[in-house]
T-cell receptor, first 113, second 110 residues
């Protein structure tokens, strides 16, 4: 596909469960970002990957959140022991290194019951 | 405290009217971006402004960066229903992360 894809598009889970959210960036984009968007708010930065490594994870709210990008392409955001406050749309974006344009995927809407 | 304050938070107007939305801060930025986000989609970059006082036009949309590079405005002329969406301003902080305002939710009624 030409754009950033995210799966699943919707995820409903119960409090305390573990979830994984997947992001497929645009081919050739070495920079990948995760953001979280709560209802009525702008997206908030979570983590930035340059290649396989997390260059900036300062936005991860606590140690229940973890993200990986083992081969420098697909990334997975992992949330342990989910809480109701984790309910939000999780957005992924990718970009070419050295450019200011980030291309966003459609997001995964996470609902924690 | 938000780094970027957007106003108004909500705006609903009739097709054909003009409107202006604002993005304000007490900080100085080297550049500022505007995005539009439609329901069920991610934000899409509309424009990047980099020079104080800069004006950029995108069809019926006019973007201005303040002289002091602390604020920006988006003016839409003769609004169309297709302009409906969430308009977000953002700045790049640190290496590459975007910091967004809370957005202006715009509804254009036919």
């Amino acid at each position: 596909g030409a754009g950033v894809s995210q799966t699943p598009s919707n995820k409903v889970t119960e409090k305390g469960k573990y979830v994984e959210l997947r992001c497929d960036p645009i081919s050739g984009h070495t920079a990948l970002y995760w953001y979280r968007q709560s209802l009525g708010q702008g997206p908030e930065f979570l983590i930035y990957f340059q290649g396989t490594g997390a260059a900036d994870d300062s936005g991860l709210p606590n140690d229940r959140f973890f993200a990986v990008r083992p081969e420098g392409s697909v990334s997975t955001l992992k949330i342990q022991r989910t809480e109701r406050g984790d309910s939000a749309v999780y957005l992924c974006a990718s970009s070419l290194v050295g450019t200011d344009t980030q291309y966003f995927g459609p997001g995964t809407r996470l609902t924690v019951l | 405290t938000q780094l970027l304050e957007q106003s108004p938070q909500f705006l609903s107007i009739q097709e054909g009217e003009n409107l202006t939305v604002y993005c304000n801060s007490s900080s100085v930025f080297s550049s500022l971006q505007w995005y539009r986000q439609e329901p069920g989609e991610g934000p899409v970059l509309l424009v990047t402004v980099v020079t104080g006082g800069e004006v950029k036009k995108l069809k019926r949309l006019t973007f201005q960066f303040g002289d002091a590079r602390k604020d920006s405005s988006l003016h839409i002329t003769a609004a169309q229903p297709g302009d409906t969406g969430l308009y977000l301003c953002a700045v790049i902080q640190g290496a590459q992360k975007l910091v967004f305002g809370q957005g202006t939710r715009l509804t254009i009624n036919p």
